[in-house]
Each structure stands twice: as C-alpha cells, then as structure tokens.
C-alpha cells in the first residue's frame, strides 16, 4: 500500500484502486485523491432490520440476527470452494448463507454463534438463501446495533458498488485529515453544521441517515455561501465603482408624468413607482425587479420610469422578447406621447438597412429619447448617447446572460426587469445577483373574469360554435397552435394548418389573420393592426402572442394541443384574454386520449353549449383550469419543472450546483446570503484568515470578475 501524501495526487496510488479501476474513476471525473474524497452519495440505502419470514421480500438488502445451525463445505462442479452454513433466524425463519471461494469465513463462524447477517434475500425452492452476506458476530445475546446506512455512488460501466465503497472505505482515513476546514466555527454554529473531517466521514459512511442529512447540510451551506459570497462582493464592487445618472421625480416632475398616463394608477403600481423613484434619484444603479401576473399593469410604470429619464435629458431603452410586442410597445408609446416633444424610435433585427442606419444615428446624435426593440437593441453597432435606464420586458424569456452587454462604458443604466412569472426570492437573488424587488399583487379594478375550460379535440365542434356566438356579438377570437406549419408524421396542430381548415370551413364567413414567427415585421405589424382594429374577427397564431399582446376586445381563446405548453406559458396566453370588461373564455385542447372524464363546464352548458365532460389533459391543465392566480401556478410550474424553465432553460444564468438546489434548499441560500453579508460588512477585504479558504474558493469558482453570467 502506497501511503498518500496529498490530495492532488493521483487516484490510482490511493490503496485498494490500482490502474483498472482509475480507468473507471477518470470516466466519472474523479481524477486526484481530492476528487474521490468529494465525490458524493447520490443516496443511501437503509438497510432495515426485519425479523421474521413474513416481511422477508426477495431482491432486497435485509439485516437480521440468526444463529449458526449447521456448516458445510463442499467444491462444485465448475471447482469453486462453496461454504453453506444454516442458520436459524429470529422469528422461526432460517436462511442459508452462501459464500464462494472464501473458506476463510468458516473460521469466523461455529454451531451456535448468533450472527448479524446483512445482504440480498433470494428465494430457492427449499430456502430463504444470501449469497456473500456481510457478518457480525454477536457475543452471547448482544443486541445488534442498527445497522449502518450504505451510500449509494452513481457509477460507470465496469464499476460496481461495492467496489467503489471499498475503495472509499480504504482511502477516507488517509485522506480526511488532509482537508482543511473552509468554514469558520462561527459559521458553522449559524448553520448548525459539523465541521469537515465529521462531514466528510458522514457523508460518506453515515451512522444515522440523520448525520448524512447534517453532513449534506453543511456541504449545501459552503458551496451556497460560496455563491453568495461571489453575488455580495459583485453587488459591493458595482456599488463602489458604479455611477448612475441620478433622476429624482421631483413633484412636478411626477406630477407632470402622471397626468400623461391614461389612468388613476392602482395603489401597488404607485407604490412600485415610489421604489423607482427612490432608486433612481441616487446616483448608483437601480437594480430592481418589477414582478406581476399578466395584466397587472406593468407597463405604464416602466413608462413613468422612462419619463422620469426624459424629464432629467436622458434616454432609456426598452428591450421586449418578441418583435409584435417591441412594436406594440413602441405603438403605445408613441400614442401616449404624440402631444409631448419625446421622441420614441423602434429597432429591430427585420429593419431595412437604411432605415436602421437612419434610426441608429439618431439614437447617437441624442436625437432619439425612448429606445424600444428587440434583442437588437444588444447589437455593438447601437451606440446610445446618454443612457440612463434599460428596461427588459416579460424578463423570463431572456434570461440575464444579456444584462451586461447593454451596459454603456462611462455611467451605468438604471436596470429595471419586469416579469410576469413570479420568482421566488431565493432564485431571483442568485440569478440576478440580488435584485431588489417591486410587485404588483392586485390587477386594475374592473376587470371582466376569465372562464378557463379545458376540451378534447372531439369535443371542438360545439367550442367552435360557442366561439361563433362571441364573435357574432361583436367579440374577437385567438386560436393558437404550437407549430408554425404541419410537419409530416405528426398530427401537433399548426397556425397555417388551423387557418386553412377553420378559414374552409366553420369561420368561412368570418375575417381570419394568420401570425407567426416566420412572417417579417412588416407583415406581422400589418396583421397585428387589423386585429386590433377589429378588422380580423379571428387570430390564428404561434405562442408569439403570449407575451404581452393588447387587444382588450379579444375575448375568446383557443390553444390547441394546450398539453404541450408549460404551466407559465398556458397562463400568459390566457392573460391575451382578460384585458377589457367583457368576460373572457379560453379552452386549452388536448389529445382525447389523455383527458379523463370532468364535470360539465357549467356556465358554457348555460350558454346552450354542449361542452359536458370536458377533459383535462394532465396535472396541468387541470392547475390551469382550476387556478387564475400566476403566482399560485408559478409555484407549482417550478415544482413541476425546475427553475430553469422559469428562468428560460439554457441561458437562466443560474450557475450548476454540486450539491445545493435552489429551489429545495431555500432557507440555507437565505442563511447563506445573510452570512455572506454580514461576513463583508465586518471585513470588507475579506482578510480574516479564518476566511482564506472560503474566499480562495469563491474566487476559484466564480472568477475574479466576479461575473455570474459568466460561469455556469
Ligand atoms: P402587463 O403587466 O401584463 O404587462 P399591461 O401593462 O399590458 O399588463 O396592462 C394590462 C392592461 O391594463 C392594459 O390594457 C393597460 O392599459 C391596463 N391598465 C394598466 N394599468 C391600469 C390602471 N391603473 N387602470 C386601468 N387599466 C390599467
Ligand atoms: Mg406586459
């Protein structure tokens, strides 16, 4: 046995590994002694303690006590040596122990010895059987202790586990004292976790499944606290360096705005307004998330918040998800705004090249007050004069990977997020390195109530007669599908295949327009103005209208295929439709063989419907169809899906975690964070030794920039 030295040293010199099994080792990315020593348990398996025949089940890892009743030892045909031994086992019960080519274990054992047997329970025809149990001899009549958790390792092909135990039981007590604690014991009390050497043994071997839980916690806490040391020092380095124009809405200044805004504004809008306004009379960066459900009015406090740059001679920027929505947006603007003297320009990736070039030097010259686009607004080639905020709309479909790069050189931009996908606070201080938070709970008063039902494509017939009805009295209609055109091989509905059948046959009749992402901008606006002129009855679309779309006399929705879409999406479609005073109705249609049997919708059968024993497709739908909070539905979305789908899968700018999980593990990032604060605001250099390591590894893993974005 080579004796280690260090936890860089390679796994091979580690006793009982050898150079087969580093081959397996290297394919599960442990490389160095450090990486086996760190390389978790996905799990345990609790060994229980049965006693007696009746809770015996085959295939699974039992203990029990038994004694020794006869031994026998014989070499079968294939010239193996093979050591039976009966025993009888508490409970009446006896159970054979089988080892192979080990007639060691005999010397262990006699007639009469009571024995803690632990292994696989196999049924023969004769005989509970064990092959290559694990044994304790018991002295006199002892009483087993319980029995051990084991860990379980996610492996590699070729690599078993108990191979990957035995090398870990070999190689933690060379290796555990050569860790150094990263966690001062103050920290460790707050947390209310072992130091490392214990974690270390714990997690690995625990003796309770109650000191593994522990040993977990205090690895979450470290690498939380990590991160959250690495959003602290970022949030304390920008509050040192950066400088904000300062935009104070004095009280003409605010009044002045608030008279340009079409409504009395609702008490939560003010009061988000006011946290804009306190941020942005400072001269350091707002930093501020704006969260509402879909239809709370989020809009027209991003639009005080650009006045408010105006009135103090600089420019802000809104950036949407989509081209329909930065054109609706840039449409409003302008409207609200075509008495004043502020200049709204729109920019696209679909703009001519002239008339781009045209717009992007204006924006230069500071010709140019409000900003509004796409994503290319990001672009290098925009270039702005005095930027003072940016405002990214419906947040959750960008994710945050493109916060920085809007950033001018000088000054910073205040930065304001809206989102309409309520996220939870543990996740929007790690994603968007501690934002502050604003929310819009309660929607303008007067809002008609949406109906949601959910139907199964044999059931569409009599949907469609209903939707008729609305659009005879004078109401408008959105069909969205979630594909663009019909592909072969698949019968997933799509916006052109639904606007030819319905456009052929039961709409006939009626003005139908078709949107979706394939169109260029021009014919998408174009399509988008006769909807909401009332030119088109009906919309047939992409989920390019979830986000954010405005035709108050829309009423009636149909999504088709509803069971493909998330919880948060259904939602936002469902948030085009509860805009104006009349009630809304939206039915989301799944695939028949899904649905299970439901109750009547009953106000539909009122309406002379026949829409009994709607389905609902899955969990889902059927939270969609009972719930019209977003906030309530975004909670079940994330439990459902994760954070990454909330945040925009690949560009969630959540960094990968080892061990810790943000969503689980919300009171430790809470603690994490506090802890994290508290330690800069005592050391603001972090120089206490006691920290070295923790800082070490901060600035290992997330870099010296300190740019979340950029990691994970
Ligand atoms: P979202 O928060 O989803 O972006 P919008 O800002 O688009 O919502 O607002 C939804 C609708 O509510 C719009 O038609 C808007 O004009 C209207 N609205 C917003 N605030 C008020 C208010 N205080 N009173 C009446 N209507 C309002
Ligand atoms: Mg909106």
Not at 74 to 96: F, I
Not at 117 to 146: A, C, F, Y
Not at 292 to 297: E, F, H, K, M, P
Request: proline share 5%.
């Amino acid at each position: 046995m080579t004796s280690i030295a260090k936890l860089t040293d390679k796994v091979e010199h580690l006793p009982g590994v050898g150079t087969l099994r580093a081959t397996y080792l290297r394919k599960l990315g442990i490389r160095r002694a450090a990486d086996l020593l760190f390389f978790f348990p996905r799990n345990y398996e609790n060994v229980a303690a049965v006693q007696g025949a009746d809770s015996f089940v085959e295939n699974t890892r039992v203990s029990l006590v038994a004694t020794v009743v006869e031994m026998a030892e014989r070499v079968t045909q294939s010239g193996k040596h093979m050591l039976g031994v009966q025993t009888a086992a508490e409970g009446g019960v006896s159970v054979r122990l089988l080892w192979y080519n080990q007639p060691f274990r005999k010397n262990d054992l006699r007639v009469g010895q009571r024995l803690l047997v632990t292994g696989v329970l196999r049924s023969t025809v004769l005989n509970w059987e064990m092959v290559q149990p694990t044994i304790t001899p018991l002295m006199g009549d002892e009483l087993p202790r319980n029995p051990e958790p084991l860990p379980v390792y996610p492996l590699t092909e070729g690599l078993k586990q108990s191979s990957l135990r035995g090398m870990m039981r070999e190689s933690l007590p060379g290796l555990i004292p050569l860790v150094e604690e990263a966690l001062p014991a103050a920290v460790r009390e707050r947390g209310e976790v072992p130091e490392i050497a214990t974690a270390l043994r714990h997690i690995h071997f625990p003796p309770t499944l109650e000191a593994a839980e522990l040993a977990r916690r205090r690895f979450k806490l470290q690498e939380l606290l990590v991160l959250q040391l690495a959003i602290a020092m970022q949030r304390k380095a920008r509050e040192r360096e950066c400088v904000a124009p300062a935009c104070e809405p004095t009280g003409k200044i605010h009044s002045r705005i608030l008279n340009r805004l079409q409504f009395q504004l609702t008490p939560d809008q003010l009061s988000a307004i006011d946290d804009i306004g306190c941020d942005m009379s400072r001269p350091k960066p707002m930093n501020r998330l704006l969260q509402g459900d879909v239809g709370s009015g989020k809009t027209v406090v991003a639009q005080y918040a650009m006045l408010l740059c105006v009135a103090h001679g600089y420019q802000a920027a809104l950036m949407a998800p989509t081209e329909v929505l930065a054109r609706q947006h840039a449409a409003t603007l302008q409207r609200s705004l075509s008495s004043s003297r502020v200049r709204v320009a729109l920019v696209t990736g679909s703009m001519p090249r002239a008339a781009r070039a045209e717009t992007l030097a204006a924006i230069a010259a500071g010709n140019i007050d409000l900003i509004v686009g796409t994503q290319a607004l990001l672009s290098s080639e925009l270039v702005f004069h005095n930027l003072a905020l940016v405002i990214v709309d419906e947040q959750h479909k960008f994710g945050v990977m493109q916060r920085a790069q809007l950033r001018t050189d000088e000054t910073q931009p205040h930065y304001l997020v809206l989102s309409a996908t309520p996220i939870p606070r543990t996740i929007a201080m790690t994603a968007f390195g501690d934002l502050d938070i604003s929310t819009i709970r309660t929607k303008p008063a007067g809002r008609a109530p949406v109906h949601t039902y959910t139907s199964t494509k044999e059931q569409l017939g009599s949907w469609w007669k209903f939707v008729e009805d609305q659009i005879a009295k004078g109401r408008q209609a959105y069909v969205i599908a979630p594909r663009v055109a019909d592909m072969e091989n698949s019968d997933v509905a799509s916006a052109e295949g639904v606007f030819k059948t319905l456009r052929a046959g039961p709409f006939e009749h009626r003005a139908l327009g078709l949107l979706h992402g394939r169109m260029t901008g021009e014919q998408k606006e174009s399509v988008l103005t006769e909807f909401s002129e009332g030119r088109l009855d009906m919309l047939v679309a992409t989920t390019v209208v979830e986000v954010g779309i405005d035709v108050p006399n829309a009423t009636v929705m149909t999504i088709l295929d509803a069971d493909r879409l998330g919880l948060s999406q259904l939602h936002q479609l469902r948030g085009r439709i509860s805009r104006g005073s009349h009630a809304g109705f939206v039915c989301a249609v799944a695939e028949s063989s899904a649905a299970a049997p439901r109750t009547a919708a009953t106000s539909l059968a009122g309406a002379g419907v026949d829409v009994a024993n709607l389905g609902a497709a899955n969990e889902r739908l059927r939270a969609f169809e009972a719930s019209d909070d977003g906030f309530q539905l975004a909670e079940m979305d994330l439990q459902m899906r994760g954070p990454g789908d909330l945040l925009g899968t690949s560009q969630s700018g959540l960094p990968t975690l080892r061990i810790a999980n943000l969503v689980e593990d919300g009171p430790l990032v809470e603690l994490a964070r506090q802890v994290a604060r508290e330690l800069l605001d005592a050391d603001p250099e972090l120089t206490n030794p006691e920290l070295a390591r923790l800082v070490q590894q901060t600035l290992k893993r997330y870099g010296k920039s300190m740019q979340l974005s950029d990691v994970g």
